[in-house]
């Protein structure tokens, strides 16, 4: 109940900012885009993880405004490094809950935030996780459908970790696959483990959906995900999540 009435007052006493983890692509070696992360910093509270105040958010309805101000100011600032750095491609990844896609008018929302921060639909990746199928499946589709026909790409996160997650594929427009950080971190001590992500990546291939791997800690995964030719690696070993201004520096040091 505390979180309650905190989250309430959150957004208007600007506790909330984001940082940008970047990813990326293992044929360049080069930051290809970010995924941005909300951070919560209550004055007496302190830090509050996303992990337990996301779903305190969507119970009491103030994901909705949370997830488009992450989603505005996450294109706002995509749009400042395509600015400095034209030449290079930068996309962006953001967190949408299911509930944020249940809500009516989620596809215009996501419309004027592209058309405000100018960014193109391309540009612009939203992580789903298995669970968002759970309910309401019908309009989900739909929901996803309409993303998909602005250009916005669809990523399915913490692939591997849910429910049945090849008929989710197999249904739903999705452009890209997020393997979720535990088969990463098993893949050096576990023979099962390598041959999952493998799997993964040669499903991604099959279908032409783009492969991240997440949570790389150590050179040893970093290499062994190269030698499989998985496209996309995000993690600890590469970066932290970090503040707007570290992403524009790592940008700068990459030229
Ligand atoms: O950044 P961190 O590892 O603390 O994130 C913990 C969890 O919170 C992850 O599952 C992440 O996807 C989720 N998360 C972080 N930022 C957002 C956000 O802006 N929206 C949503 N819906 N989830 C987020
Ligand atoms: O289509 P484009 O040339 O912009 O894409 C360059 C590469 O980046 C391709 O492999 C494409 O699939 C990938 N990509 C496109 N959009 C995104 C995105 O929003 N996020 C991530 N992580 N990769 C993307
Ligand atoms: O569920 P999702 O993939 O959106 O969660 C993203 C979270 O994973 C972020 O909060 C980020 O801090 C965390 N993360 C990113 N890279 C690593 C990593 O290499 N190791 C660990 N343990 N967590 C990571
Ligand atoms: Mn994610
Ligand atoms: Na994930």
């Given amino acids: 109940l505390v979180m309650q009435n905190a989250l309430k007052q959150a957004l208007a006493n600007d506790e909330f900012s984001v940082v940008y983890q970047p990813i990326y692509s293992t044929l360049t070696d080069e930051i290809c885009g970010a995924e941005v992360l909300v951070r919560w910093l209550h004055p007496v509270l302190g830090p509050v993880s996303p992990d337990r105040f996301i779903t305190v958010a969507e119970d009491i309805g103030v994901i909705h405004e949370l997830g488009s101000w992450v989603m505005h100011k996450g294109c706002a600032e995509l749009q ?13 990844n953001v967190n949408v809950s299911g509930v944020e896609l249940n809500r009516t008018g989620y596809v215009s929302q996501i419309k004027d935030i592209l058309a405000q921060t100018g960014i193109d639909a391309h540009d612009l990746q939203v992580e789903i996780t298995e669970s968002v199928f759970l309910h309401q499946p019908e309009t989900i589709a739909q929901v996803l459908e309409g ?4 250009g916005v790409r669809i990523a399915l996160d913490d692939f591997g970790t849910g429910y049945s997650a090849l008929g989710y594929i197999d249904r739903y427009p999705i452009d890209a696959i997020k393997i979720d950080q535990s088969f990463v971190s098993r893949m050096m001590a576990y023979h099962r483990s390598d041959a999952i992500v493998r799997s993964i990546l040669s499903l991604g291939r099959a279908l032409n959906i783009d492969i991240t791997a997440e949570g790389v800690e150590t050179l040893p995964q970093l290499l062994r995900l190269r030698e499989m030719e998985c496209p996309f690696v995000q993690g600890f070993l590469l970066s932290r999540p970090v503040n707007a201004e570290k992403i524009m520096i790592l940008l700068q040091c990459q030229k």
């Fill in 147 to 150: 993303i998909r026909e602005l």
């Fill in 80 to 92: 400042r490094w395509k600015a400095a750095f034209p030449e290079l491609e930068l996309h962006l």
